[in-house]
C-alpha cells in the first residue's frame, strides 16, 4: 500500500519551524530527514496528533551556527524513499533585492539530493 505525504508549513517560532504532515494511505509515522547544505539538522521531531489520525506536527530546530549573511535553504525529505516533501529558506543579513540567491541556494540542495539518489541507485543496482 502506497503513501502519501503532505507537508504545509504553519510557523517559525522560537527557532524551531513547524509544520504539518498529513499521511495518508498507511498509518505508520513517517521517517523525515531535513538537510541544510546536504548536512543533517539535529532534533528533527515528529508527533502524530492525538486528536486527528494521519497528521502529524514537524518541529525542526535551526541551529544558530548555521545563520551567517546570506540565504540558508532547508530541505525536508522523506528518510525511506529520499523524496522531497518541502523546504524554507531564512535570509539573513542585507535585504536582497532579488529571491534569485534564494532560488539558487534551493536548486543547489535539490541537485545534491538528486546526486546522492542517482549513487545510491547505482551501488544498489550494481
Avoid: N
Wanted: glycine share 8%.
Amino acid at each position: 500500500m502506497s503513501t502519501e505525504l503532505t507537508l504545509t508549513k504553519t510557523r517559525i517560532q522560537a527557532g524551531v519551524w513547524e509544520g504539518e504532515l498529513r499521511v495518508a494511505g498507511t498509518r505508520t509515522e513517517p521517517r523525515i530527514e531535513v538537510s541544510h547544505l546536504t548536512q543533517p539538522i539535529d532534533g528533527v521531531e515528529i508527533a502524530e496528533d492525538p486528536e486527528t489520525p494521519g497528521r502529524f506536527i514537524l518541529r525542526v530546530p535551526i541551529p544558530r551556527e548555521v545563520l551567517y549573511d546570506g540565504v540558508q535553504s532547508f530541505v525536508i525529505t522523506e528518510a525511506v524513499s529520499g523524496e522531497k516533501l518541502g523546504s524554507f529558506t531564512i535570509v539573513t543579513g542585507q535585504p536582497l533585492e532579488d529571491d534569485v540567491r534564494a532560488e539558487m541556494a534551493l536548486l543547489r540542495e535539490e541537485l545534491d539530493m538528486l546526486k546522492r539518489a542517482f549513487r545510491r541507485h547505482c551501488l544498489e543496482t550494481t
